[in-house]
């Protein structure tokens, strides 16, 4: 397939993360597409609670595959297909994407299954926004092998959100294999917790939340929440009386807390499903009385895969449902700074820069002022 090649040039600002809260404006060249490459006009870039846990806060920036090199930030991209290298298939100039923000090598085992996250190739798995180039800039190169096209039902802030925190929470919840006959507990009401209960309520189940946070809960409340409760002593109790007092039949960890990750054990129904998706954190429990003798079923779950993030976008067409109900505060590009340091005080839904007042296919988007 033939493509043109874009005749822009010149240069563009993009915000990089030297850490300890810090962010910084670096010049750089328009990247040009070459081979199956795109370059992605961005339209929204949201930002992400692993970037505040291992990219913004820490002076030592993570090892392994969480190894920030130093690269624009943001690995929640969405936007439209500026220009296209000569070999690009299936998508083409003007096309709305989506991008699944890691490549790998495409031939080990994890990549052939679409979860590229895994990729066992230390020098080809890049993740956009910590090994290659992100989101926080006026364009973005990227492989169209790691690109999904985005429903012209859906904004651009919906696909941003896609790109890493709803495709989290969407394969948390096909992990636990929630349905209608299940009363689903959601500990930790951030952006991939408020996720989670929203998918999982698409799927038909009843769900209750664990938020700490005054702000947090408000919102879950202004999304259709009723059934929360606040981390205490009594907790247990109130979550047992919740379900019926028969526990419940999946409990979903979106905080990363022990505390939290040990109520959902203890909440969780004989033969239940535990899924630990929130990120960081320890945990400690005894075995017999909370996962042996209950005979529960406990997984461990990080992103989804390119063939779960092409189904979550069709789904999310068929429900009507816009991840950017989830979002709270919107900020131009030129306002990043004010964006993390906003976000990381942690009483925030979801915070997205966005390039336009207006984005097809979605409703109006404002920045604050």
Not at 181 to 201: F, H, I, K, Q, Y
Not at 228 to 254: K, N, Q, R, W, Y
């Amino acid at each position: 397939m033939t493509q043109e090649t874009h005749s822009l040039s010149g240069k563009m600002k993009g915000v990089v993360l030297p850490g300890n809260r810090g962010l910084e404006w670096r010049e750089y060249d328009i990247p040009v597409p070459t081979g199956q490459q795109v370059l992605i006009k961005m339209k929204a870039s949201s930002l992400c609670g692993s970037d505040l846990r291992a990219i913004y806060r820490p002076s030592d920036q993570g090892h392994g595959p969480e190894a920030y090199r130093g690269v624009i930030a943001g690995h929640e991209p969405c936007g439209i297909i500026e220009a296209a290298g000569p070999d690009v298939p299936v998508f083409k100039v003007g096309d709305r994407v989506v991008v699944y923000h890691i490549g790998g090598c495409g031939v080990c085992l994890e990549c052939r299954r679409g979860y590229m996250i895994s990729c066992s190739d230390p020098v080809r798995r890049r993740a956009y926004g910590w090994q290659r180039d992100g989101g926080h800039a006026p364009y973005m190169l990227a492989d169209a092998a790691n690109l999904v096209k985005l429903p012209n039902a859906l904004s651009y802030v919906d696909g941003a959100i896609v790109a890493c925190g709803f495709g989290t929470a969407y394969s948390a919840c096909l992990r636990a294999a929630v349905s209608g006959c299940d009363r689903v507990l959601v500990t930790g009401l951030g952006p991939v917790g408020l996720g989670t209960a929203l998918l999982a309520r698409a799927m038909g189940a009843q769900v209750v939340g664990v938020e700490s946070v005054p702000e947090r809960r408000e919102l879950a409340h202004s999304l259709g929440f009723t059934d929360l409760v606040s981390p205490s002593e009594t907790a247990l109790d109130e979550l047992l009386d919740l379900s019926g007092g028969h526990g419940f039949e999946v409990a979903i960890d979106c905080s990363g807390a022990e505390a939290a990750r040990h109520l959902c054990l203890e909440a969780a129904r004989e033969w239940g499903r535990v899924v630990f998706v929130g990120e960081g954190g320890t945990a400690s429990f005894a075995p017999s009385p909370l996962l042996i003798h209950k005979q529960l079923t406990l997984h461990g779950s990080w992103v989804c895969s390119l063939g779960e993030m092409m189904r979550l976008v069709e789904l999310l067409e068929r429900w009507q449902l816009h991840p950017e109900t989830t979002v709270t505060h919107h900020f131009s590009l030129a306002q990043a700074q004010d964006a993390y340091e906003l976000f990381d005080t942690g009483k925030t839904g979801k915070v997205v820069i966005t390039w336009d007042e207006k984005v097809q296919g979605g409703p109006a988007i404002q920045p604050d002022a």
